[in-house]
C-alpha cells in the first residue's frame, strides 16, 4: 500500500532562512506521481507542484526548489528567502497509475512559521 | 469562474440531523473525489467517482452516502449527525487519464461542525 511520511510536524524558521521540507514516499507501483501542496491560514490547497515518476529532474520556481530521488524514496521542498506570507501547512502528496486507486494519499503535513 | 465549487462552505448543525454538501466542477473532469481533514489536519479520501461509477469507498460510516448524477457533480449526503463527524470536508476532481493535464483540483472546503 502506499504511504507518505513528513516526519518534520512543525518547523519553525525566521525571515530570510532557507527552509527544507522532508517528504519520504512507499509505493509498488512503478508509475506513480508525486504532489507539493499548501494549506495557508484561510484553508483552501493551492497546487505547487507535481512530478512523473519517470522523470527525476530537479525543478526550481522562483524561491522554491524540489529535489526528487527514486534512490531515497524522497521528494524535499526547498523554500529560499523565506517570508511570513509562506507560513502554511505543506503537504506531500502521492498518486499511483497502475493500481487504478488515482486518488491522493496524504503525508501529515508540515507547519511552517516564518517570523518577521 | 470557480473550477471546483462546493456548497456550503460553513454547515452548523445538530446532533443527529441530515445534511448534504454539493460539489460541481467546470473542468471536464471524469473522477471527482470526497476528501475529510481532521482537526489534525490529517487528509484522508473517503470515496471517488470515475464517470459516475463509485472506484474507491475507504473505510467510512454507512451514515456518509455519494452521490453522483453526472461527472460533473458529487454530493454528500450525511444521516444522523455526530460530534466526530465535525471536519472540513473538500471536494476534488482531477482527469482519469495521466497525461500533461493530469492533476487534482480541490474545491475551498466545507467546514462542518456539529454540536
Known amino acids: 500500500a502506499q504511504k507518505v511520511t513528513q516526519a518534520q510536524t512543525e518547523i519553525s524558521v525566521v525571515e530570510k532562512e532557507d527552509v527544507t521540507l522532508d517528504c519520504v514516499y512507499e509505493?509498488?507501483?512503478?508509475?506513480?506521481?508525486l504532489f507539493w501542496y499548501k494549506q495557508p491560514p484561510s484553508g483552501e490547497l493551492v497546487f505547487l507542484i507535481r512530478r512523473n515518476s519517470f522523470d527525476e529532474q530537479n525543478e526550481i520556481s522562483g524561491r522554491y526548489s524540489w529535489n526528487f530521488q527514486k534512490s531515497t524514496s524522497s521528494f524535499n521542498f526547498t523554500i529560499t528567502a523565506s517570508q511570513v506570507v509562506d507560513s502554511a501547512v505543506y503537504f506531500c502528496?502521492?498518486?499511483?497509475?497502475?493500481?487504478?486507486?488515482?486518488?491522493?494519499?496524504f503525508g501529515s503535513g508540515t507547519r511552517l512559521q516564518v517570523q518577521p | 469562474d470557480t473550477a471546483v465549487s462546493q456548497t456550503p462552505k460553513y454547515l452548523v448543525t445538530q446532533m443527529g440531523n441530515d445534511k448534504s454538501i454539493k460539489c460541481e466542477q467546470n473542468?471536464?473532469?471524469?473522477?471527482m473525489y470526497w476528501y475529510k481533514q481532521d482537526s489534525k489536519k490529517f487528509l484522508k479520501i473517503m470515496f471517488s467517482y470515475n464517470n459516475k461509477e463509485l472506484i474507491i469507498n475507504e473505510t467510512v460510516p454507512n451514515r456518509f452516502s455519494p452521490k453522483s448524477p453526472d461527472k460533473a457533480h458529487l454530493n454528500l449526503h450525511i444521516n444522523s449527525l455526530e460530534l466526530g463527524d465535525s471536519a472540513v470536508y473538500f471536494c476534488?476532481?482531477?482527469?482519469?487519464?495521466?497525461?500533461?493535464?493530469?492533476?487534482?483540483?480541490f474545491g475551498s472546503g466545507t467546514r462542518l461542525t456539529v454540536v
Open positions: 473542468l471536464g473532469h471524469d473522477t
Open positions: 502528496a502521492l498518486s499511483e497509475r497502475d493500481t487504478g486507486r488515482r486518488a491522493l494519499t
Open positions: 509505493t509498488r507501483d512503478t508509475t506513480y506521481y
Open positions: 476534488a476532481s482531477s482527469p482519469w487519464l495521466t497525461g500533461e493535464n493530469y492533476g487534482y483540483t
